[in-house]
Nanobody, 127 residues
Framework: QVQLVESGGGLVQAGGSLRLSCAVS????????MGWFRQAPGKEREFVAGITPSGTSTEYADSVKGRFTLSRDDAKNTAYLQMNNLKPEDTAVYSC????????????????????WGQGIQVTVSS
């Protein structure tokens, strides 16, 4: 069994920064792609960022490119989402997830491809 726990969320003013962490426990083999998703009230869950098992390649939603950076530290079984220049429209519940299959050659972006999910953490950006 794999467990994911997010931390680092909270309330921040527009233009500010937060760093989300995703700690993985259980079967902690990290040779899987990781991803972050978010869901705002009344909206569908959307892909935010993903990272390859090696950490050498990342994918980002257009809405966060240039502002968010995803990284991973396999020694700590943790993935990090650095969020800079936050905007009110970034307000959402953010969830990290782990791919359900070993490395498939591309960073998955569809939620259905992720088998393990954290409980989610609130990020609120005030204007």
């Amino acid at each position: 069994q794999v467990q994911l726990v997010e931390s680092g969320g909270g309330l921040v003013q527009a233009g500010g920064s937060l760093r989300l962490s995703c700690a993985v426990s259980g079967r902690t083999s990290m040779y899987y792609a990781m991803g972050w998703f978010r869901q705002a009230p009344g909206k569908e869950r959307e892909f935010v960022a993903g990272i390859t098992p090696s950490g050498t390649s990342t994918e980002y939603a257009d809405s966060v490119k240039g502002r968010f950076t995803l990284s991973r530290d396999d020694a700590k079984n943790t993935a990090y989402l650095q969020m800079n220049n936050l905007k009110p429209e970034d307000t959402a519940v953010y969830s990290c997830a782990r791919d359900g299959s070993p490395w498939r050659g591309v960073v998955p972006t569809a939620p259905r491809l992720f088998a393990y999910w954290g409980q989610g953490i609130q990020v609120t950006v005030s204007s």
